[in-house]
């Protein structure tokens, strides 16, 4: 067990973790937030997207212990207040979502790059969004969302 700090939706926490296992297990099983999701636990899914000091990456694919420092967001961190952002809500109003498992990854990977772009084109989104896949939708709910808020108010 070896002792990590990281800070988690903006909040700080210390936690004694195996060297071994990754991000994904930590936030899941250590801290409880169960929005991330294990789909592939191979860096293809997307499922596990999490922003980690500012980038989407696949926790899945990132040990635990090199997140020692790191500044991490969640889907549990996207509402605020019991309320939905912008862009959760415009999941719902497009329709972009159908068995939600993909939907967290989805969500982060759209804020990495909102936050990064905050008018992308459809090109852009697109790009950014290739690494979550999804079996429900057909993505074209999904590019809708994302471009109904881009340049709006996140």
Same mark, same amino acid.
């Given at each position: ?56 990456? !696949?926790? $899945?694919?990132?040990?635990?212990? +090199?997140?020692?420092?790191?500044? *991490? %967001?969640? &889907?549990? /961190?996207? =509402? ?51 690494? !979550?896949? $999804?079996?429900?939708?057909?993505? +074209?709910?999904?590019?809708?969302? *994302? %471009?109904? &808020?881009? /340049?709006? =108010?996140?």
């Amino acid at each position: 067990m070896k002792a990590i700090q990281l800070t988690v939706n903006g909040g700080a926490y210390k936690v004694f973790c195996p060297e071994d296992i990754t991000l994904l297990t930590l936030l899941r099983e250590h801290l409880h937030l169960t929005g991330t999701k294990e789909g592939c636990a191979a860096g293809e899914c997307g499922a596990c997207t999490v922003i980690y000091n500012g980038k989407p990456i !696949n926790a $899945c694919m990132v040990l635990a212990m +090199e997140a020692d420092g790191a500044v *991490i %967001e969640t &889907i549990e /961190g996207e =509402a605020k207040d019991g309320v939905l952002s912008p862009l959760q809500q415009a999941f719902i109003d497009c329709h972009a979502l159908q068995c939600g498992f993909c939907t967290p990854g989805m969500i982060m990977s759209a804020r990495a790059l909102l936050d990064e772009n905050p008018t992308p084109t459809r090109d852009e989104i697109v790009h950014a969004m290739e690494g !979550n896949l $999804c079996r429900c939708t057909g993505y +074209e709910p999904i590019i809708r969302a *994302i %471009e109904q &808020i881009a /340049g709006g =108010a996140q």
